[in-house]
């Protein structure tokens, strides 16, 4: 790798904990960032060094960084209720919706992230140019786990589920974007066509976030559009059987059902571009 200058270094600075400004820079052209945002913004590399230095970046200096992330596309994550598929990208300084039927109707801006309860089937997504397209649509009706029960569904069930895979593709395809649909080891691949990887936790634990994805869960993945699957970087199964164990409640589904963050964080240095970030 090249060596990066001392004076293009900026040590320990990472996308989460950074200001607006920095983090704009990152994402937009990389650890030697200052250089090429001080042209956009026809200052001096010296003057951007001196407002981080300072902490004092300018408002209007803050605003246009923030236009010029907005310029790269929004970010789509259907069937989303946690909202961990789309929360580095927010850091990050990404328009991010996350839409699911369990949040409350309409739109509702909360923790960087745009709240949209609505069901996928009949939604249309707001007009946007689209940096990348996540689906997690719900496994109830499809997880090889829960074949047991299949025949006492009937077909009703599974006829739902198809319906809002396909709404999903049709959403993810309509973007134009690299897009990624996420289900556990299923029968959707009879239903579609086989998945384009899969993965469990504990693989991606190794990245920021991912330190409690100790555990085994295989989930498989499709893709499309250009989408970059993250190199694994794993940890030891710390805990083999936690899925297994969770508690009989009510929302045992939501709490198995909940995206590593681990491999959301991995899927997002894949395939947010010119990144670099330094490591903790």
């Known amino acids: 790798m090249d060596a990066i200058a ?14 607006p400004f920095v983090r ?30 300072a902490d004092d970046v300018p408002p209007w200096a803050t605003k246009i960084a923030r236009l010029m992330i907005a310029d790269r596309g929004a970010v789509l994550s259907l069937c989303d209720r946690t909202g961990n598929m789309a929360r580095p ?6 328009e991010c919706f996350c839409v699911d039927l ?5 739109g509702h801006a909360r923790d960087g992230l745009t709240w949209i309860g609505a069901d996928v089937r009949a939604w249309l997504p707001p007009p946007r140019r689209y940096a990348i397209v996540f689906a997690a649509p719900p496994c109830t009706h499809l997880a090889v786990s829960g074949a047991r029960w299949f025949k006492e569904k009937g077909m ?11 709404a999903c593709r049709r959403i993810c395809e309509w973007s134009g974007a690299p897009w990624m649909i996420e289900n556990p080891v299923s029968t959707l691949g009879s239903y ?8 469990h936790p504990n693989e991606f634990g190794g990245y920021d976030g991912g330190e409690a994805d100790d555990y085994p869960k295989r989930t498989c993945i499709w893709t499309g559009g250009g989408f970059r699957f993250p190199q694994k970087r794993p940890i030891p199964v710390g805990r083999p059987k936690f899925i297994n164990h969770m508690p009989e409640t009510p929302d045992r589904g939501n709490l198995r059902s909940v995206t590593p ?19 903790r």
């Open 6 to 19: 001392e004076r293009d270094r900026d040590p320990c600075i990472t996308v989460q904990k950074s200001d």
């Open 261 to 279: 963050p681990g491999f959301a964080r991995a899927v997002f240095e894949a395939n947010v571009g010119k990144l670099h970030l330094c490591r």
């Open 192 to 199: 579609w066509r086989r998945p384009d990887f899969s993965f």
């Open 156 to 166: 009703g069930g599974l006829t739902e589920a198809i319906e809002i895979v396909e």
């Open 24 to 53: 704009a820079g990152l994402v937009l052209f990389g650890a030697r960032w200052k250089a090429p945002m001080a042209r956009s913004l026809g200052v001096t590399r010296e003057t951007v060094s001196r407002w981080v230095s």
């Open 89 to 94: 990208w927010a850091d990050a300084g990404f």
């Open 102 to 106: 369990q949040h409350p109707d309409g």
